[in-house]
Nanobody, 115 residues
Framework: QVQLVESGGGLVQPGGSLRLSCAASGSLFSFYVMGWYRQAPGKQREFVSI???????NYLDAVKGQFTISRDNAKNTVNLQMNSLKPEDTAVYYCSAKTVVGEYWGQGTQVSVSS
């Protein structure tokens, strides 16, 4: 069982920045493929970004150059730096961990972009 706890969400004006963090339990964090997903009101959950155990990354086309994912294996955390935020980035953001025994999700953190 892997427990994930997100933090860092909030209300920000368009053009602002937020940094989301996800803390994971377990001693095998460095082996997990970590990801961020989001779900806007009335929409399905969508992929945002992923980082492998080796540090390779991938992004939703809409956030390339805007968001940066990173991980700190010593602290069991994965971060999502979000810059130049737009109203369409408003969503609940979820952290995920893919392990050899399954995929785990955090409870989500709300990001609202509005003036």
């Amino acid at each position: 069982q892997v427990q994930l706890v997100e933090s860092g969400g909030g209300l920000v004006q368009p053009g602002g920045s937020l940094r989301l963090s996800c803390a994971a339990s377990g001693s095998l964090f460095s082996f997990y493929v970590m990801g961020w997903y989001r779900q806007a009101p009335g929409k399905q959950r969508e992929f945002v970004s992923i980082i492998t155990k080796g540090g390779s990354t991938n992004y939703l086309d809409a956030v390339k150059g805007q968001f940066t994912i990173s991980r700190d294996n010593a602290k069991n955390t994965v971060n999502l730096q979000m810059n130049s935020l737009k109203p369409e980035d408003t969503a609940v953001y979820y952290c995920s961990a893919k392990t050899v025994v399954g995929e785990y999700w955090g409870q989500g953190t709300q990001v609202s972009v509005s003036s």
